[in-house]
Nanobody, 126 residues
Framework: QVQLKESGPGLVKPSQTLSLTCTVS??????????WSWIRQPPGKGLEWMGA???????YYSPSLKSRTSISRGTSQNQLTLQLSSVTPECTAMYYC??????????????????WGQGTQVTVSS
């Protein structure tokens, strides 16, 4: 059973860089044709796909966030990290990592994600 767990600071100041980690257990982020994404949900709004990393390490980003987002492998073999720079209060959201094996229709087709973490709340405030 694949499990994903997000972790990181719950509070970040405006203009700082947000750093989150997704730890995967029960599976490997390098398994062929597995794709791992970061998704967020601001309070009262829908889910927003932020970016993804493939099993081979290729990365893909939402055009609206590309200039401020970086996804990479963590220090541990089965970790995925997210860095979002220049955060604003509008970045306050629940942040999730998820896995898909079906990218037909795009990485942002969230209905195709079969495993999700429980999410971690991030608040941007001074």
């Amino acid at each position: 059973q694949v499990q994903l767990k997000e972790s990181g600071p719950g509070l970040v100041k405006p203009s700082q860089t947000l750093s989150l980690t997704c730890t995967v257990s029960g599976g490997s982020i390098t398994t062929d044709y597995h794709y791992w994404s970061w998704i967020r949900q601001p309070p009262g709004k829908g889910l927003e796909w932020m970016g993804a990393m493939s099993y081979s390490g290729s990365t893909y980003y939402s055009p609206s966030l590309k200039s401020r987002t970086s996804i990479s492998r963590g220090t541990s073999q089965n970790q995925l990290t997210l860095q979002l720079s220049s955060v604003t209060p509008e970045c306050t959201a629940m942040y999730y990592c998820g896995r898909t094996r079906d990218i037909v229709g795009g990485y942002d087709n969230l209905t195709k994600y079969d495993y999700w973490g429980q999410g971690t709340q991030v608040t941007v405030s001074s």
